[in-house]
């Protein structure tokens, strides 16, 4: 028994010191939501477009670190409006652009897009004109409707940026023409950049969708009920569909911010979960299968999380509740279906998995369920921490003190933190990039360390800090 709580804690601590921990977590997701809103102001702004931005994906959700993840952001355009039912002209507020959403031959969960009303455009300078402009140039139309395709870039937010500064010089783009729009973006000094994806959202009026997920009858005590009338307030999306050059037309409901509200409801158990099979997906099952992702991952805890009573995801259980997770994993990969948590009637393995893949994965899930915490304890993420420690070399000082660096800038106040991303943007190298932050940027944080985050920052000087960020 004194072992086996040995290797509890042993796995526990592991997973605290890779970020999967409730506190650890909390205070990134409020850096992240300020980062959200700021940069809405920023891009409203400069593009004069009525834009929200949502960071989405594991740095929403307060567990993406260092350079190990994407930033999924979600450019929301708040002047369109999709409809499932279209209102009555008594309740209805009139938006730029209207659509409706159709689901004609479409699978579930998808839908096209059919134009229903477009704002006419006056002169360059209204609000919402280039927008309103791009958005002529992707209607198809097909028997005499007209449905917006989804490979166009519609917002100017999302389009490449103008080679004038530092920043805009040290992007990468990615030749995918698809929807989802991805780039990188290097860090001053380092081999490091940050792989950043951005996704065009509208907003739309399908309340049946949110009120089935409401509605249904479940064993245990997870999500609550408080959490439960949370997820009715979020907004429901519609996204791009990426995946064929023939999917142009189709577009996926999304409940992003419906799983962003799950996510963050996780406690300290349900996040270590969450963390340790998200190890063994990108270091163990992705290697039979590409397909194997981290969303998939997610709504794996999100089943699990709802089928156990809430009491049992303590830190005594740890590796019971991973096990029931790679047990669950291992029947809907079996079986080729693996059910959305919000949208059960969506398949996420459809098309996913070819017969040796399948095989290959289910062979990976049982040496996992064989090894135990070994299995996990092996990924590479542990293993260099382990080697750094024995070695005295510290890799990951730099990643967090480069983090911080560039999480810092999200604490200010909306309004400063905007002005303050417009500067950045005009740096002409990556060393007038450094001065800004060391003369404008840390000593603000260091005044109070908000969110008793930036400890590096806090506890080096400016010539310690460049020591270790200079290769």
């Not at 700021?38 to 949502?54: G, R």
């Not at 059919?114 to 402009?133: G, M, P, V």
């Amino acid at each position: 028994m004194a072992a086996l709580n040995m290797s509890i804690k042993h796995t526990f601590d592991a997973l605290d010191k890779c970020g999967y921990s409730r506190p650890s977590a909390n205070k990134r997701i409020q850096i992240m939501d300020n980062a959200g809103k700021m940069a809405s102001l920023f891009y409203t702004k400069k593009t004069n477009e009525d834009i929200d931005l949502v960071i989405a994906g594991s740095r929403g959700e307060g567990i993406g670190r260092y350079f190990d993840c994407d930033l999924d952001r979600l450019f929301i355009q708040r002047s369109v409006m999709c409809y499932a039912a279209y209102p009555t002209p008594s309740t209805h507020v009139r938006y730029a652009a209207e659509f409706r959403l159709d689901f004609q031959n479409t699978s579930n969960g998808y839908c096209r897009l059919k134009l229903i009303s477009k704002q006419s455009q006056t002169t360059s300078e209204a609000k919402n004109f280039a927008f309103l402009q791009n958005m002529e140039t992707a209607i198809h139309i097909e028997n005499g409707e007209a449905f917006l395709r989804n490979d166009k870039i519609l917002t100017s937010a999302m389009q490449h940026l103008k080679r004038t500064g530092w920043l805009a010089q040290s992007v990468i783009y990615d030749v995918d023409d698809g929807p989802s729009k991805p780039y990188e973006c290097r860090v001053p000094f380092s081999k490091y950049a940050f792989k950043i994806d951005n996704v065009l959202c509208f907003k739309c009026v399908h309340p049946t969708i949110i009120q089935e997920w409401c509605d249904r009858k479940r064993e245990h005590d997870w999500p609550s009920s408080e959490i439960v009338e949370q997820v009715k307030g979020v907004d429901v999306l519609v996204v791009p569909v990426g995946e064929t050059a023939d999917e142009v037309l189709q577009w996926r409901i999304s409940l992003v911010l419906a799983e962003l509200v799950l996510a963050h409801s996780f406690n300290d158990v349900q996040l270590k979960v969450y963390g340790a099979l998200k190890m063994l997906s990108k270091n163990v099952f992705r290697k039979s299968c590409d397909n194997m992702s981290s969303y998939m991952i997610k709504n794996v805890v999100f089943w699990v999380s709802e089928k156990t009573q809430n009491c049992e995801f303590e830190q005594g259980k740890l590796l019971d509740r991973i096990t029931d997770g790679l047990i669950f994993l291992r029947k809907c990969v079996d079986e080729g279906q693996l059910p959305n948590y919000m949208i059960p009637g969506r398949n996420l393995l459809k098309y996913k998995l070819s017969y040796t893949e399948r095989e290959n994965v289910l062979i990976d899930i049982d040496n996992c369920l064989q090894a135990g915490e070994h299995a996990f304890l092996e990924c590479p993420e542990l293993i260099q921490m382990s080697d750094e420690a024995e070695a005295g070399v510290n890799d990951t000082a730099f990643k967090e003190l480069a983090e911080e660096s560039i999480y810092s800038l999200y604490t200010f106040p909306l309004m400063e933190g905007a002005k303050l991303i417009k500067k950045l943007y005009s740096l002409k190298s990556g060393k007038d990039v450094v001065k800004f932050y060391l003369k404008k940027i840390f000593p603000k944080i260091r005044e109070n360390n908000p969110l008793d985050f930036f400890c590096h920052i806090c506890s080096k000087t400016d010539k310690e800090i460049l020591r270790i960020l200079k290769p």
